[in-house]
């Protein structure tokens, strides 16, 4: 794993990587049943950018289902822009229970800090009301 030193600071949730990942998970989940989002801050290492996220849907009242979308990026040469983007289906979980599964994203993944909220209109442009889907 990258040293903290690595870590860069953009505008959270912005960049061709948050970008990639945005859309993955917009081809797994309604964008209107997104109700939070958190960003490990990006890690970059020589010609490569590493990007974790974590996605809260609301299920039913008092329960989220919980995924994870990742990205690696090549930031420089030749592939410039290119890399692997997944989105995996963690499960299902109580909201008392999500500042937990947050700690074991943060754990697993090896990060040091914890991950900033952003709002689901950040990454998909719509207002907090809106029930519209993303720009595409």
Do not use: C, K, N
């Not at 949730?13 to 989940?29: E, I, K």
């Not at 964008?31 to 996605?55: H, K, N």
């Not at 979308?69 to 290119?82: M, P």
């Amino acid at each position: 794993m990258p040293a903290a030193s690595d870590r860069i600071t953009v505008d959270v949730g912005l960049g061709p990587g948050w970008r990639r990942v945005a859309d993955a998970v917009a081809q797994t989940v309604p964008v209107s049943e997104i109700e939070r989002i958190w960003l490990f801050a990006p890690v970059r290492q020589d010609e490569r950018e590493w990007g974790t996220a974590v996605i809260a849907r609301r299920v039913q009242e008092g329960r989220v289902r919980v995924y994870t979308g990742r990205y690696g990026v090549t930031v420089r040469g030749r592939e410039r822009g290119q890399g692997p983007v997944a989105v995996e289906d963690v499960g299902e979980t109580p909201d008392a229970v999500l500042p937990d599964v947050l700690r074991g994203v943060q754990e697993r993944a090896g990060e040091a800090e914890p991950p900033v909220e952003i709002a689901p209109a950040r990454w998909y442009g719509r207002d907090e009301d809106d029930e519209s889907t993303p720009p595409g």
